[in-house]
């Protein structure tokens, strides 16, 4: 398991364990009342995805892809959301996303028979995101913004023989909490690779996605 998963996966269970505490020692909050219940969220995303990454992907010192994203990138997957209180809140989940790309091959040391030609470079993840999220309204609108990072498992990728990347993630949303406990959000999320994508260059991704997605309180 890579370290940062593992850091990142301490950060995250010890942010339960505190905010599980700090919530045993307020008065204020009931242990069994309906509120405490519903601090438990599940939900369903889908969302369209821009690469914003640099143009030139090296995959090696001397080699790469000119890359041209002009493919339909997307990501969608499940969510489960922890709000020990109503401003703050704790979130992972299981995404399925694509980051396809048009790409023609180059090398800096090679000699062309003939020029290599634009061909489909196809890339699948798997991601486990560990995110905080924070509440600016928390009532019937929701205001949000989120951070945290994005733990990829590369499991389609020609060009990789790494099965691991890691993104920092930050995101502004709006949403609208329905009276049946089901709840809408809209957001806009920016990722930068954290560590290399490629095991042999300083490759990094970034990527700009627009989000939607709905929730139900258990």
């Known amino acids: 398991m890579s370290k940062i998963f593992q850091i990142q996966l301490f950060v995250f269970l010890f942010g339960i364990g505190f905010s599980l505490h700090a919530q045993e020692n307020t008065k204020e909050t009931p242990i069994l009342s ?21 143009k030139s992907q090296s995959t090696s010192k001397y080699e790469g892809y000119a890359a041209e994203y002009n493919k339909h990138n997307y990501s969608l997957g499940t969510e489960i959301e922890y709000k020990p209180n109503s401003k703050f809140s704790i979130q992972s989940g299981l995404t399925y996303s694509i980051r396809d790309f048009t790409g023609t091959f180059y090398c800096h040391v090679c000699d062309f028979i003939a020029a290599p030609q634009p061909e489909d470079i196809n890339q699948q993840f798997l991601e486990i995101p560990l995110t905080a ?32 990347n890691a993104n920092a993630k930050a995101a502004l949303g709006v949403g609208y909490q329905f009276d049946n406990s089901y709840s809408i959000e809209i ?27 709905i929730k139900k309180e258990l």
């Not at 309906?34 to 640099?54: E, P, T, V």
């Not at 999220?133 to 023989?161: H, P, T």
């Open 133 to 164: 999220k924070y509440y600016f309204l928390s009532k019937k609108v929701l205001l949000f913004a989120e951070a945290g990072f994005i733990n990829q498992f590369i499991i389609k990728n020609k060009l990789n023989e790494n099965n691991y």
């Open 187 to 213: 957001s806009t999320n920016y990722q930068s690779g954290i560590s290399n994508l490629y095991k042999n260059s300083n490759f990094k991704q970034q990527l700009l996605g627009f989000k939607v997605g």
């Open 34 to 54: 309906n509120q405490s219940l519903k601090k438990i969220k599940i939900g369903l995303f889908y969302s369209l995805d821009k690469n914003l990454s640099d």
